[in-house]
C-alpha cells in the first residue's frame, strides 16, 4: 500500500468532550488550519441535541462559517432526520450516522436500542441520497464497551452490514474507549471484512490505554486504508466516562511518513494548528510526536 486517507476528527470528536466554552472562531480557525495542513477529510461537528451535547450548540454557524476549500469535505453527525435537515440547511454535503455495537452504549449515546437506531437511521439514508449528500457510518464499541465490558465482533460485523445496505459509503469502526490492542482488533476487522468489504472500511481508536498507533499498524496488516484521528489527541466521548481522545493525527502521519505511505499532509503545518487548540484550551498537547517536535524547534 501506497497510501492512506485520513479523515480529522478532532473539531467534532474533540472538541464535543472539552467542557469550557470554545467560541465558533476558534473551531473555524481550527477547521480552517487543518484544511491548509491538507487534511482532505475534516469533521465539523455534530447536529444532535444540544441538551445531550451542548458544545456542538453552534453547529449551523461553524458549517456555514467554516472557508470551503475545493477538495476537502466537510462531514457533520446527524442522529435523526432533524439534524439532517438542520445539517442540509447549513450547506452539508456529507453525514455521518452513528450506530453501536453494544445495547447499552446505543442506549446512553442516542437513548434507543441498535436496531430503533437503524430505523431512525433509514430515513436519514434516504433523505441524504435524494438531496445527493454522502453518507458515512459508525459504530461505536467495536472491541469494548464501557457498560457492557467486551463485545462479540459478530455484533460489529452486523451492526457494518447493516450501515452499508443502507448506502454508508464507509463504516468507521470505533473503538471507544481504546481498550483494543493488536490481535483483538484484528479479530474484529477480520470478522466484519468477512461480511463486507475491508476498503470500505476505517478506524477510528481512541487512544484510552495507549495502543491506537499499535491498532493502526494491525490494522493496515489487515487490509484497512482509511484511519480516523484527531489534532493533538483532542477529545473522549461524552457517553463513555473517562474515554481520552482519539489517536493524535501527528502521530498517525509520523507513522505513516515512516512507513513510505503517503497521507498528503505537512506534518509541520499539522502540529501548528495542534499547538494552535492546544494553546486555545490551556492543554498539554496530546500528540508525542508534535511534543517532539515542538522540542526540537525550541
Ligand atoms: P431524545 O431525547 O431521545 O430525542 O434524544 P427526542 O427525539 O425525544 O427529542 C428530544 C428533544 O431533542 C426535542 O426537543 C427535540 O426537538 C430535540 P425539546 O422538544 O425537548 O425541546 N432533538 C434535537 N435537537 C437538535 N438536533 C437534533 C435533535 N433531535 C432531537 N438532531 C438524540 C435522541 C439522538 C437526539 C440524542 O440522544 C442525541 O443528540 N445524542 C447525541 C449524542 C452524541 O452526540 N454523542 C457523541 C457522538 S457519538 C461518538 O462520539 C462516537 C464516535 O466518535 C465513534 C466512537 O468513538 O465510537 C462517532
Ligand atoms: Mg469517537
Known sequence: MTRVKIVEVGPRDGLQNEAQAIDTATKIELIDRLGAAGLTVIEATAFVSPKWVPQMADNAAVLRGLHRRPGVTYPV???????????????????????????????????????????????????????????????????????????????????????????????????????????????????????????????????????????????????????????????????AKGASGNVATEDVVYLMQGMGIETGIDLDLLVDAGAFISAKLGRRNGSKVAQAILAARA
Request: charged share 20%; glycine share 10%; hydrophobic share 45%.
Open 77 to 239: 453527525l446527524t442522529p435523526n432526520l432533524k439534524g439532517f435537515e438542520a445539517a442540509l440547511e447549513a450547506g452539508a454535503t456529507e453525514v455521518a450516522i452513528f450506530a453501536a455495537a453494544s445495547e447499552s452504549f446505543s442506549k446512553r449515546n442516542i437513548n434507543c436500542s441498535i436496531a430503533e437506531s437503524l430505523e431512525r437511521f433509514r430515513p436519514v439514508a434516504e433523505a441524504a441520497k435524494s438531496a445527493g449528500v454522502a453518507l458515512r457510518g459508525y459504530v461505536s464499541c467495536v472491541v469494548a464497551c464501557p457498560y457492557e465490558g467486551a463485545i462479540e465482533p459478530k455484533a460489529v460485523a452486523e451492526v457494518s452490514k447493516a450501515l452499508l445496505d443502507m448506502g454508508a459509503y464507509e463504516v468507521s469502526l470505533g473503538d471507544t474507549i481504546g481498550k483494543g490492542v493488536p490481535a483483538t482488533i484484528r479479530r474484529m476487522i477480520d470478522a466484519v471484512a468477512a461480511v463486507v468489504p475491508v476498503e470500505l472500511l476505517a478506524g477510528h481508536y481512541h487512544d484510552t490505554w495507549g495502543m491506537a498507533v499499535a491498532n493502526i499498524a494491525a490494522s493496515l496488516d489487515a487490509g484497512i486504508t482509511t484511519f480516523d484521528a484527531s489534532v493533538s489527541g483532542l477529545g473522549g466521548c461524552p457517553y
